[in-house]
């Protein structure tokens, strides 16, 4: 994204994985910064986590999804507009969703990992270069006091 709000207002994002980090966290943000991002889609198996992301966000049941397959699907059939995705799922999960999502046109927030393999690294990167999106990866673990305790140290 070249600015932090889409042409329209504040940057659409979707979000794939509804638990603590892609809820409680951005999704909160995303709350307590309605001019900067709004949610717009969400993927989570989980019924309970789907339901409090779609009420958290006001999505309409067409915009939640089990899968983030259909997310994705439902994006590039025009069903929603959005800019970015928020790519919160398990760790060993956020290669697939992430490749999809920038093959969609949508810029992403990756959780950390990247991935599991360097390989894969390498081809998220390549992905967002060959689609002209910004790929960025979140490592918030470092404000974690532990980690703030070992820097000190």
């Known amino acids: 994204m070249s600015s932090a709000t889409s042409a329209s207002g504040p940057v659409r994002a979707v979000l794939i994985g509804a638990g603590n980090r892609g809820r409680e966290v951005y999704g909160a943000w995303?709350?307590?910064?309605p001019d900067r991002m709004r949610i717009?889609?969400?993927a989570d198996p989980d019924a309970g986590r789907r339901a409090e992301a779609q009420a958290q966000h006001a999505?309409?049941?067409?915009?939640?999804?089990?899968?983030w397959r259909e997310l994705v699907a439902a994006g590039e059939a025009g069903k929603f507009e959005a800019e970015a995705c928020l790519v919160c799922t398990q760790d060993a999960m956020h290669v697939e969703p992430c490749l999809a999502?920038?093959?969609a046109g949508w810029h992403v927030?990756?959780?950390?990992?990247?991935?599991?393999?360097?390989?894969d690294c390498l081809a998220l990167v390549n992905a967002a270069e060959?689609?002209?999106?910004?790929?960025?990866v979140c490592h918030v673990v470092r404000y974690t006091s532990f980690f703030q305790a070992l820097k000190r140290a």
């Open 40 to 42: 717009v889609a969400v």
């Open 59 to 67: 999505i309409a049941d067409s915009l939640a999804f089990a899968d």
């Open 109 to 119: 927030l990756l959780e950390k990992p990247m991935a599991t393999k360097p390989q």
């Open 30 to 33: 995303a709350k307590r910064h």
């Open 130 to 136: 060959a689609a002209g999106r910004q790929l960025r």
């Open 101 to 103: 999502a920038l093959k």
